[in-house]
């Protein structure tokens, strides 16, 4: 901040103290008091209504007791490692695409991209028509004289998860691209000049030279493309329902189910608990790698 | 040299029929099929008939051209029980998304600008925290927020929603509005305070007509983000109110009677529309919504 040291007093700026009320409550009340008001209650035995009766680590207990739980831990690791490879990947192939100094650059960057405008429910839904066996890209192929052929991961337990992520990287890759596209454009057309005087071809100056530069980027769209992996509610609702039997659950979805249909309160509040760790573990080694060196860089 | 001067400029265009463009091209243009073919599918599902539905391939073109399912999505396709369509869906979410945007625009500004040129001591802190906040999983403060519009009396109302809305917008909102204040002039603020304006004297006669490009941006960013909540929507409103994408997931999603695909993809692109249109109109402003959320700095 340019402004240099003034006396301290209460009133200083009052106006702009009032003007930010707003900003003060939600960041004190909401982000942070109602956080530790679900961590503190996950230590109490609630059910359909909050009650303060401690229970220890119990709720935790039977959390990691219950299968629909592990299954939906394993579900979004399982997700999350290929989410993040396969968007990664495909927004970087895509930006690279696209800056090739291409025609018609711009549509295909809006073709990329719109999906990205949908809500999660416009896209699972759409996803669950494609993906329909009797109707979908299934009974398409087997018109065609494939009649055996095989492909509605939507109605197998081992395959739906693949289902949905088809849509999810359909839905967000068009996010990562923008991102990759950016930081490829930000890069000194001199490192190209170099590379090609020096004989290294396309792919290779790609990987091995532009990649590299573009780390504060890939570390931007990792805790983007995280974050959104974690939250991961609305897709599941509407492409799957968790289904078929448990095999797309996710820990947003088991957390609602608890909350709000359950009556099992104590629960919700222990599986978001746990959520907040696994973000916690993903956002404190951001932080210190984004702002660890500068002090004040907000 | 002289030449380059009137000529085209910049190095010589390379022809199209090159190996590498081939590579290039064709890759790109398979990778489009694959963002395509959903709306495709959707498009023409949608002017199908249930029989034609029925027989044809979801790819094939209607032969009998009907817009049928989408008056049916409109007006009549049912949520178990009820059959009203999607149209008090559109309503409920022009109803909510309307002021939820106005509000949460109107507060994240004066928070940007409060942050950007009347710094007090703890803002900082106040603007870190809000920050992280937004990374912290909705799940956490659902129940509590619950619990804090029950005892304001009023949850499941419209106000709830817009309080709730105007929340969660905050972080992304005031950090875009603080940055983009930070970056004019220093001299303008300087100057109108010499000329004894004040804190709103500045904000709405300096600095308010000077950030339509930001507000632009802001408008593009929560009416599509808030169009297309789905949790919130479900959480904090009763059925009557619900918004179009949870009233959607119910007509799609309802187990009760035959399915009409036709009439469900006509519904899913009916509520899909609003933000397409934004994005197709804004085109580049969209973009700089995203990364102005993504790139922090």
Same mark, same amino acid.
């Given at each position: ?298 | ?138 799940? &956490?403060?659902?129940?509590? #927020?619950?619990? =804090?519009?029950?005892? $304001?009396? +009023?949850? /499941?109302?419209? !106000? @709830?929603? %817009? ?109 899909? &529309?609003?933000?397409?249109? #934004?994005?197709? =109109?804004?085109?580049? $402003?969209? +973009?700089? /919504?995203?990364? !102005? @959320?993504? %790139?922090?700095?």
């Amino acid at each position: 901040m340019s402004a240099s040291k003034r006396p301290n007093f209460l009133f200083q700026n009052l106006a702009s103290k009032i003007a930010s009320i707003p900003m003060i409550l939600t960041a004190v009340v909401i982000f942070v008091g109602c956080t530790l008001w679900t961590v503190a209650y996950s230590f109490t035995g609630s059910r359909l209504l909050p009650r303060w009766r401690w229970v220890g680590l119990d709720q935790y207990e039977r959390l990691w007791e219950t299968d629909r739980w592990m299954i939906s831990i394993n579900n979004l690791i399982l997700y999350g490692i290929l989410m993040m490879l396969f968007s990664l990947a495909l927004g970087f192939l895509l930006a690279a695409l696209l800056d090739q100094k291409i025609r018609g650059e711009n549509v295909f960057r809006t073709i990329f991209l719109y999906p990205y405008a949908l809500s999660f429910v416009v896209t699972g839904l759409t996803w669950q028509w494609l993906l329909n066996p009797d109707f979908g890209v299934q009974k398409l192929v087997r018109d065609l004289g494939w009649s055996r052929f095989e492909f509605a991961p939507l109605t197998n337990n081992d395959w739906a998860i693949y289902g949905v992520l088809l849509a999810g990287l359909w839905q967000g890759s068009g996010l990562v691209m923008v991102l990759m596209l950016a930081g490829l454009r930000g890069i000194d057309q001199d490192v190209w000049k170099a590379a090609r005087v020096d004989g290294i071809s396309t792919w290779k100056t790609y990987i091995f030279i532009v990649l590299p530069m573009m780390r504060p980027i890939f570390v931007t769209a990792v805790v983007l493309v995280a974050t959104g992996i974690i939250k991961i509610f609305d897709l599941i609702v509407a492409q799957t329902d968790g289904g078929p039997g448990l095999s797309t659950e996710v820990p947003a979805k088991y957390v609602y189910d608890m909350m709000f249909s359950s009556q099992n309160l104590g629960q919700g509040f222990a599986a978001s608990t746990t959520m907040l760790l696994v973000v916690l573990v993903i956002i404190i080694p951001w932080s210190f790698y984004e702002f660890g060196g500068r002090r004040d860089a907000k | 040299m002289q030449n380059d001067m009137i000529g085209p400029r910049g190095p010589k265009p390379r022809s199209i029929f090159r190996l590498s463009n081939l590579v290039v091209y064709g890759t790109i243009t398979i990778l489009a099929l694959y963002y395509l073919a959903p709306l495709y599918v959707m498009v023409v599902t949608s002017l199908k008939s249930m029989s034609e539905v029925r027989i044809g391939n979801v790819f094939a073109l209607p032969v009998n051209l009907t817009f049928d399912p989408w008056f049916k999505a409109w007006s009549s396709a049912c949520t178990g029980l009820k059959c009203e369509g999607l149209m008090g869906g559109f309503l409920n979410s022009v109803i909510i998304t309307v002021p939820s945007v106005i509000v949460s625009i109107a507060i994240a500004s004066v928070n940007g600008y409060a942050l950007a040129n009347w710094p007090y001591r703890g803002a900082n802190i106040f603007f870190t925290i809000l920050i992280f906040g937004a990374f912290v999983p909705y799940q &956490l403060m659902l129940y509590p #927020i619950v619990i =804090i519009l029950r005892e $304001l009396g +009023v949850f /499941g109302d419209l !106000a @709830g929603l %817009v309080i709730v809305h105007s929340i969660f917008g905050m972080p992304i909102l005031t950090l875009i509005f603080r940055n983009y204040f930070s970056s004019l002039p220093a001299e303008l603020f300087k100057a109108a305070r010499i000329d004894g304006a004040g804190f709103w004297g500045i904000f709405f006669k300096v600095m308010l007509p000077m950030s339509l490009p930001i507000l632009v941006v802001a408008i593009i960013l929560q009416v599509t983000g808030i169009w297309n909540d789905f949790l919130f929507g479900i959480v904090y409103t009763r059925p009557e109110s619900y918004p179009m994408t949870v009233q959607l997931n119910n007509i799609v999603n309802s187990t009760y009677g035959e399915k009409e695909y036709n009439v469900n993809m006509a519904a899913t692109i009916i509520t899909g &529309l609003v933000p397409l249109t #934004i994005y197709f =109109i804004s085109g580049k $402003l969209f +973009v700089r /919504g995203i990364a !102005a @959320g993504a %790139v922090k700095g």
